[in-house]
Structures are given as structure tokens and as C-alpha cells.
């Protein structure tokens, strides 16, 4: 049996349906109320899914027992808030993380605890492409609250044994995602014929198609234990982009002649990178990105072709003051 937090969003649904379809029993734990769980209705209706209504800080060893795996997604997911809420945002990254900790200590018996790490804890990198050893330096808000969760990790496995994993990735994408990602306010905006907004430009992103990110994850959850525990693993497609030119091929995407315009970077990222190696979940995981970026992009815009044709007239995401 596994355990997914955060399943309500979009990568903990994704990988709850996956498991689902393997033949996996899953318990799904998420703050957000049933009713409001849309990204869960199809699972909502499977004999293998359980929904867990609570928080991951209230989390308790009777919700961990009788589950083998523990795959932690739950977090506060956006580099914008933390720079508004960064108490919030350790609160729900680090300090879940160490009470998800806690809680698969006392109650024993589970074999693997994935944890999601991004690609922003590395926001400085000292070599080029990072691999699983290059050290954390997290450049925001929302980067040292993820360090500090993949810290947290690796601190109760030495110390309790706990069978950590950790999986970690740039900028995910597709159909369902956040759509406070940059991506989605994009292309929300180019197909309605609106400016697109780009903080800073130069800074480069791996972008990944949600596919690849799942497969990547199923994969780690049902590899033999001494092939996993006790290792990281960069998932990503391989390509390095500036942002810039990923405000281009979203326009290009939507095929539309919007202006870009730019402002200034966010704090801390003018000269980010990522630039993953993902050589060893390739040779680890059987891992291999499948969707290039422009694809990823594309399958995305479709469908948010799709949210725009069903809601004529909604108001467009906030863009950032300049």
C-alpha cells in the first residue's frame, strides 16, 4: 500500500492515478476538502483509493501503518508566495516534512519514503550539469525550504534509518498543473491575445513533461529497495532554456503575435540554472525522458485551449507588477 501527500495537486494525482492503474492500493492525503479535490474524481471512484482529509503537520504513525511506501508531494509549491510567506512556507516544507518524518518512525514498517525536491535548491550552481552530489544552494524563499526538507531527510535516515529517496526536479508541466506557474499565465495570455511577462529572461529552466516526472516516480516506488534507499536522482528532459526563450515558443505555441514584456528578475535568480545530469536515474530507474520541451509545451497549450473555450471571459492570472 502507498501513501501519496499533497494527492490533490497536480503531480500527488497524477501519481495516485498511475499506482491505481499498476494495481496499487493508495491512501491519499491532502488538505484540500473532498468536494474540492477535482483532480481526484476519477480516483475518488476506485476500490484501491482511500482520501485522507488533513494536514501532512498533523500527520499521526496510525495514518502511516500498514503502508509500505510513503511518497511525500505535500508542500507549498510556489516560488511567489514563499517571497510573501516564507514563515508559511517553511512551516508547510520543512516542518511537514520533519512531522511526515516522525510519524514513519513510529510506526515502523515502511520500506521507502520519497520526498519531491526542486530544482530550486540548487539555484547557484558551482558545475555544470549538476549532478546527485553537487551541494544545495538554494537562492530563494522557496529553494531553502525545499534544501531544508531534502536535509531533513537525509538527517533521519542517518540518524533513524529511515529509507529515504529523493527525487528531484526542475519545472514540471502539462495538463492539469499549477496554474501559478509561469507557463500556464503564458499561455493562458498568448491565446487570448495578451502581453506575456517575463521576470528577468537570461536564467534557464529544464522543463519536463508530468509523463516522465510519473514514470520517473512509479519507478522508484516499485525498484528493489537496495537499489533506491539512500540515493537522489534528478528527473528532467535534458534540455537547458532560458526563459526567454520559453516566453517565444509559448507564443510561437499559441500561435499569436503577443508583445513580450520584461521586468525586473525575481530576487535571487538572475543567474539560475539547471542543467541536470539525470544520467544515474537512467541507469537506476530505467529512466528516460520521453516528451522534448516544445512537446511538452504544446500538449500543454491544448489544453489550455480547453479551460479558455470552457470559461469565456474569465479574468486572466495576475502578471507581476513591473
Not at 482511500?50 to 501503518?65: G, L
Not at 539555484?123 to 531553502?144: A, I, K, Q, V
Not at 540518524?159 to 527525487?167: E, G, K, Q, R
Request: include cysteine; hydrophobic fraction near 40%.
Amino acid at each position: 500500500m502507498v501513501m501519496v501527500t499533497g494527492a490533490a495537486g497536480f503531480g500527488g494525482s497524477r501519481l495516485a492515478e498511475a499506482l491505481l492503474d499498476l494495481g496499487h492500493s493508495v491512501t491519499g492525503l491532502d488538505v484540500l476538502a473532498p468536494n474540492h479535490a477535482e483532480a481526484l474524481r476519477r480516483q475518488f471512484a476506485h476500490p484501491n483509493f482511500r482520501y485522507v482529509w488533513k494536514s501532512v503537520q498533523d500527520i499521526q504513525p496510525a495514518d502511516i501503518a500498514g503502508h509500505s511506501v510513503v511518497a511525500h508531494l505535500a508542500a507549498q509549491p510556489d516560488t511567489p508566495m514563499a517571497f510573501e510567506s516564507p514563515r508559511y512556507t517553511v512551516m508547510q516544507n520543512v516542518a511537514g516534512t520533519v512531522e511526515l518524518l516522525e510519524a514513519v518512525r513510529h510506526a515502523g514498517g515502511v520500506s521507502k519514503v520519497l520526498f519531491a525536491g526542486s530544482g530550486n535548491e540548487l539555484g547557484r550552481p558551482r558545475y555544470l550539469p549538476m549532478d546527485e552530489d553537487h551541494p544545495l544552494t538554494p537562492h530563494n524563499p522557496y529553494g531553502f525550504s525545499k534544501a531544508a526538507g531534502e536535509l531533513a531527510m537525509w538527517a533521519w535516515h542517518r540518524a533513524y534509518d529511515i529509507p529515504s529517496v529523493v527525487l528531484s526536479t526542475g519545472v514540471v508541466i502539462g495538463p492539469g498543473m499549477r496554474r501559478e506557474v509561469f507557463i500556464f499565465k503564458w499561455l493562458w495570455n498568448a491565446l487570448q491575445g495578451r502581453p506575456i511577462v517575463v521576470e528577468g529572461g537570461r536564467q534557464t529552466r529544464d522543463v519536463t513533461f508530468i509523463d516522465d516526472v510519473v514514470e520517473a516516480w512509479v519507478n522508484a516506488i516499485q525498484a528493489p529497495v537496495d537499489d533506491v534507499v539512500g540515493q537522489k536522482f534528478y528527473v528532467g528532459c535534458g534540455e537547458e532554456i532560458t526563459v526567454e526563450d520559453l516566453a517565444v515558443m509559448c507564443r510561437d505555441t499559441a500561435g499569436t503575435s503577443v508583445p513580450i514584456e520584461y521586468v525586473d528578475y525575481r530576487p535571487g535568480e538572475e543567474g539560475q540554472r539547471e542543467v541536470f545530469s539525470t544520467r544515474k536515474a537512467r541507469q537506476v530507474l530505467g529512466y528516460s525522458a520521453s516528451v522534448p520541451a516544445a512537446e511538452a509545451v504544446r500538449l500543454t497549450a491544448e489544453w489550455v485551449r480547453t479551460l479558455i473555450e470552457a470559461r469565456p471571459g474569465e479574468v486572466q492570472p495576475p502578471v507581476p507588477p513591473p
